[in-house]
């Protein structure tokens, strides 16, 4: 028997501040929590959604900092948050949980200390907990040992659909009833100045906004976060008595083969059919698509041929958003924080915009709730990763009462 | 002075009082665990600018064993 997965917790931390609160009161009034970065004379990228007044010693003890790089401090502060939201009120559900978190960069600020230290201080040695904090599935360890979590934990990587695939991954485990409780989301930190340069070098970041599916786009805009939600089988949510947000009704996973960058039309729209093939819902009863919308020229081009290819006479509509205008790309963790979005527009009625829209490319001609946020109500939602190497990944919500 | 500077190190790693750290007292004892034993030798070597070669480890059992190291391995 598969149990059907829902959604019963939620945590973001953003550009917006450490709370879910300030992220949803930022993307559904559409504002914007990219900002100046520092200045640094040889950086061209000059913004970002950096989380503001981050004080890591004010979030964890002198004992914890040498083992937590900045992408698994974050993880914690959504898990936690996720986790309290989810008000479990026995402790043998969380002990028994899998913990599934995506990220992309990888331990890229514990990389420039040692680094650092070793060719630029020329010091002989680093500190010895290096390995520990720069440890790719620290994001995921890190939450169970804060949590007490001692069911599956790992951590998954696949670029910029790292999110999802931990979302995936957690709710096959629910289905399969391995587990009737999974913490699952997705993390990055990506400020460090030597990734920074790297990303300049790719020429695929905007100097200034992103504006997705505006004919004027120049790329996308960095930004640093993380997602996670709680996952549980029908049966555990409701004997508990839980509050549930939405049904993670279906998914599709797939893989281009083919350009490393840029999104294959025809495998992006049978990921998206799959997904909803998966969900058992027609493609007429989607009302809102959270796109991966970068805000780079070849993905909204080819995120907008899908969806006409998908949804047919329906594409126009349907309600098409980039909350990356506002809370930026936040690479691994993004599809996290964008199915958090979702499932946030489903349960408030408003659908946040894609902001910075403001030249029309006749290309680009779907309703992607320019600027400004819609009152509407959602029943039925995708939420689209379209990652670097061509690593797919659509998540479909549905409201409970459906 | 050596000892003065070991035991700050140690106290700060082991959440103990200083007055607690005499040369006798025995590592484990004062919250000093394998994980935090590399920390501590990590600073101590950063302090002292000194290597301390591993070999010398398993005989560090109290904090004056590390005083004689530092004094043996600064001369």
């Not at chain 1, 790292?162 to 957690?170: E, L």
């Not at chain 1, 840029?262 to 049978?270: T, Y």
């Not at chain 1, 980039?322 to 527009?345: D, P, Q, W, Y």
Request: glycine fraction near 8%; aromatic fraction near 6%.
């Amino acid at each position: 028997m598969s149990h059907r997965v829902m959604i019963t917790g939620l945590g973001v931390v953003s550009g917006f501040g450490l709370t879910t609160d300030e992220f949803w009161q930022g993307i559904s009034h559409g504002r914007c929590a990219i900002r100046p970065l520092p200045p640094h004379d040889d950086l061209k990228i000059k913004v970002g959604a950096t989380l503001p007044d981050y004080d890591e010693e004010k979030l964890f003890t002198s004992d914890e900092l040498p083992y937590l790089d900045r992408f698994a401090q974050l993880s914690i502060l959504a898990a936690e948050q996720a986790a309290s939201d989810a008000k479990f009120t026995d402790d043998e559900t969380l002990l028994n949980a899998a913990v599934i978190i995506g990220n992309a960069a990888g331990s890229k600020n514990t990389d420039e200390e040692v680094y650092e230290k070793i060719h630029k201080s020329k010091r002989p040695r680093v500190h010895p907990l290096a390995i520990i904090k720069g440890m790719h599935s620290s994001v995921a360890s890190s939450v169970s040992r804060h949590l007490g979590i001692q069911g599956p934990v790992f951590s998954v990587s696949s670029a910029c659909a790292s999110g999802a695939h931990a979302i995936i991954q957690g709710s096959m485990m629910i289905q399969q009833g391995l587990v009737d409780v999974a913490l699952v989301g997705g993390t990055d930190a990506p400020f460090p100045y030597v990734l920074l340069k790297a990303w300049e070098a790719m020429r695929v970041v905007s100097d200034d906004v992103c504006r997705p599916f505006s004919k004027d786009r120049k790329g996308m805009s960095l930004g640093e976060g993380a997602g996670v939600l709680v996952l549980e089988s029908e049966e555990h949510a409701k004997q508990r008595g839980a509050n549930i947000y939405a049904e993670l009704a279906g998914y599709a996973m797939s893989a281009d083969a083919g350009h490393i960058t840029r999104p294959e039309v025809n495998s992006i729209a049978k990921t998206m059919k799959n997904a909803l093939n998966n969900a058992g819902i027609r493609s007429e009863e989607v009302d809102y698509v959270n796109a991966h919308g970068t805000g780079t020229q070849s993905n909204d081009l080819a995120e907008t041929q899908a969806l006409h290819q998908v949804f047919g006479k329906h594409a126009k509509d349907i309600a098409v958003s980039s909350t990356k205008s506002m809370h930026g790309h936040v690479l691994g963790a993004s599809s996290a924080i964008e199915l958090i979005a979702t499932v946030l527009a489903m349960n408030n009625g408003v659908i946040p915009p894609t902001i910075n829209l403001t030249e029309t490319d006749e290309l680009c001609d779907l309703d992607y709730v320019a600027n400004v946020p819609r009152h509407q109500k959602v029943e039925v939602a995708m939420s689209n990763s379209f990652a670097f190497g061509g690593l797919n990944a659509v998540l479909v919500l549905k409201t409970i009462d459906r | 002075m050596i000892f003065n500077k070991v035991a700050q190190i140690i106290t700060k790693n082991a959440h103990c009082k200083i007055e607690d750290v005499k040369p006798e007292s025995e590592l484990m004892t004062l919250g000093i665990d394998s994980l935090k034993a590399i920390t501590v030798l990590f600073e101590l070597e950063e302090a002292f600018d000194v290597e301390i070669p591993n070999e010398l480890i398993p005989s560090i059992v109290t904090v004056s064993d590390i005083v004689d190291k530092l004094e043996g391995v600064h001369h």
